[in-house]
């Protein structure tokens, strides 16, 4: 048994050694690693300006060694964290209630389940994952937080949130899992007749377009390039009137801490970029992020976003991909739809009671929709 724990806050990532981070964090991770919040923290895009401040809490023993962290953010606002929020801050208004600050315990403007504590190996981990989780609720009590959220915990840290009296709430991603596929010809060969030849036009459109299409690292992108490739992520952005929160400097910084684990798909015309498709990948996943795009190519998004990631999974042995949040036109392409879940303390006894039932009711709708929509994929029978 560990001696008893104390749990700091931490008021940037970089505080953290990045001693600790290599130790505690799953190995080759692209977003839980010392990069990349460190990264988004120091460019702003997980800033105040957006409505994140930095509160990570760190567990040490007492000769000084860390033993567990939880990123963690005081938030005023609900942009970039994904746990669809926005009617619990407008039940909080009609009630006469300050829903603003909340804690957020997740990754910055991305939705990818994964773990959330990072624990020392040994049988101590659920006691350190538990002061963590006391630590949270007693941060959340000092600010006068309405609530603490973990978004997208794995399914160990979320039982045991479960466990510590937290809510659940659903909702379903659509994920690309590999089975046993060795090309994208094989993959096609699980569709039915119809779907395939739609997927077979799709990429002939894009092929017989005279687009060249590259793929390459975040190492091997010319720093150069980036005010380029990053007007095509902000476009995106700017047609539904909508604000890019990364930069060009924030997307060259993370290229180069990150190398490998940044993977981008670029449609040029001549020299030209003229759309990119910007993923970052583990060794097992890969996760799809921003799609930009300076004209209007039948097709394309489809090629850079979906089939593209598709084709380097495999290549590469990465046995699923997550291309982001929403997106039903992603299961006619394959994409599996997958239930995923948020964490939730709620401070107030009535407002939790409330909301526990609003997500018991959900979880049932949720998971109904999941099977509904798994029954519109293309396959000839179930990979």
């Known amino acids: ?212 299409i590259e793929v390459c690292h975040g190492n091997e992108v010319d720093p150069a390039e980036w005010p380029v490739l990053h007007a095509l992520y902000a476009s995106t952005f700017e047609k539904f009137n909508n604000h890019a929160v990364f930069s060009a400097a924030c997307f060259a910084d993370l290229a180069q801490a990150l190398g490998r684990r940044m993977v981008l798909f670029i449609a040029r015309d001549g020299r030209q970029p003229v759309a990119l498709s910007l993923c970052l990948r583990s060794n097992e996943a890969l996760y799809g992020r921003y799609w930009g795009c300076s004209g209007n190519y039948h097709s394309l998004h489809f090629e850079l976003c979906f089939y593209q990631g598709i084709a380097y999974c495999l290549r590469e042995g990465l046995q699923r991909f997550e291309p982001g949040a929403g997106g039903e036109h992603k299961i006619a392409r394959g994409f599996t739809p997958t239930l995923v879940h948020s964490s939730h303390w709620i401070a107030d006894p009535k407002m939790r009671q409330l909301l526990g039932r609003h997500l018991e009711l959900q979880g049932g709708a949720v998971t109904a929709y999941r099977d509904e929509a798994s029954d519109h994929l293309p396959f000839r029978c179930q990979p």
């Not at 101590?124 to 973990?150: C, F, N, Q």
């Open 1 to 212: 048994m560990i001696p008893a724990l104390k749990i700091t806050p931490r008021h940037t990532a970089d505080a953290i050694p990045r001693e600790v981070w290599d130790r505690l964090c799953p190995p080759d991770h692209p977003f839980l690693n010392a990069d990349f919040l460190s990264i988004l923290e120091r460019h702003g895009a997980a800033g105040r300006e957006w409505g994140w401040v930095a509160r990570h809490l760190v567990a040490s023993d007492t000769r000084g060694e860390v033993l567990g962290v939880l990123p963690l953010y005081v938030r005023f606002n609900s942009h970039g964290d994904f746990i669809h929020d926005w009617s619990w801050a407008s039940a909080y208004r009609q009630l006469g209630r300050e829903y603003y600050p909340k804690l957020l315990s997740g990754l910055p403007h991305t939705p990818a389940t994964g773990p959330r504590f990072l624990l020392a190996g040994g049988p101590d981990r659920p006691r350190i994952r538990r002061a963590l989780i006391d630590g949270a609720r007693a941060l959340a009590t000092e600010y006068g937080a309405s609530s603490w959220h973990v978004a997208f915990p794995d399914e160990e840290d979320r039982q045991a949130l479960q466990g510590a009296g937290l809510l659940t709430s659903h909702n379903v991603q659509f994920h690309w899992l590999a089975g046993n596929c060795g090309n994208f010809d094989d993959y096609l060969a699980m569709f039915a007749a119809a779907k395939r030849r739609k997927v077979r036009a799709e990429r002939r459109r894009v092929s017989e377009s005279g687009l060249a």
